[in-house]
């Protein structure tokens, strides 16, 4: 009875899939260091005798991974799979934006809309703009983490890679 409790809770948070199995976004959650990590503009990172990086933590997104996922999806997609060597059509990539999406366009979207109608997509992405956007989240009522950069988004699920590049 508790594990079928456990299960569907799992299953309404969206942690693992249809068959039981941790969604693969979330499979090396459990291996990634916080403590080692670097922070970068779009995720945590370390390099060393074995790499890893994580996009925000749960329920907490990055600045600039937020503003890319509710105004310039495409750019955005470019860059982190630029920047991670993932492939777009991965299933840990394809894990990610489909547990995130519907979170964040519930939350964040509708206010974001009205602000970003006329600013240029790498303009959003740009490092130089975050100050910008953390006063922004704060003055529409985000919980904002100045200092890694990231916002309080209740549902959201980072990714996780831990090992070698070879995805």
């Given at each position: 009875?508790?594990?079928?409790?456990?299960y569907?809770?799992?299953?309404?948070?969206?942690?693992?899939?249809?068959?039981?199995?941790?969604?693969t976004?979330?499979?090396?959650?459990?291996?990634?260091?916080?403590?080692?990590?670097?922070l970068?503009?779009?995720?945590?990172?370390?390099i060393?005798?074995?790499?890893?990086?994580?996009?925000?933590?749960?329920?907490?997104?990055?600045?600039?991974?937020?503003?890319?996922?509710?105004s310039?999806?495409?750019l955005?997609?470019?860059?982190?799979?630029?920047?991670?060597?993932?492939?777009?059509?991965?299933?840990?990539?394809?894990?990610?934006v489909?547990?995130?999406?519907?979170?964040?366009?519930?939350?964040?979207?509708?206010s974001?809309?009205?602000?970003?109608?006329?600013?240029?997509?790498?303009?959003?992405?740009s490092?130089?703009?975050?100050?910008a956007?953390?006063?922004?989240?704060?003055?529409n009522?985000?919980?904002?983490?100045?200092?890694?950069?990231l916002v309080?988004?209740?549902?959201?699920?980072?990714?996780?890679?831990?090992?070698?590049?070879?995805?």
């Amino acid at each position: 009875m508790i594990k079928s409790l456990i299960y569907q809770g799992a299953r309404k948070f969206g942690y693992i899939n249809w068959r039981g199995k941790k969604k693969t976004h979330l499979a090396q959650e459990a291996e990634f260091d916080y403590n080692e990590a670097r922070l970068g503009h779009f995720y945590f990172y370390y390099i060393g005798h074995v790499n890893g990086f994580a996009i925000g933590k749960r329920d907490w997104v990055p600045i600039s991974i937020l503003n890319g996922l509710v105004s310039g999806p495409q750019l955005l997609n470019q860059q982190l799979s630029d920047g991670t060597l993932i492939d777009r059509g991965s299933p840990l990539w394809v894990d990610w934006v489909n547990a995130n999406h519907d979170v964040v366009m519930r939350s964040v979207a509708p206010s974001w809309e009205r602000f970003s109608r006329n600013i240029h997509d790498e303009l959003r992405l740009s490092e130089e703009n975050y100050y910008a956007d953390a006063a922004w989240f704060k003055h529409n009522g985000f919980e904002v983490d100045e200092e890694q950069q990231l916002v309080k988004v209740p549902g959201y699920q980072p990714l996780f890679f831990v090992g070698n590049q070879d995805l």
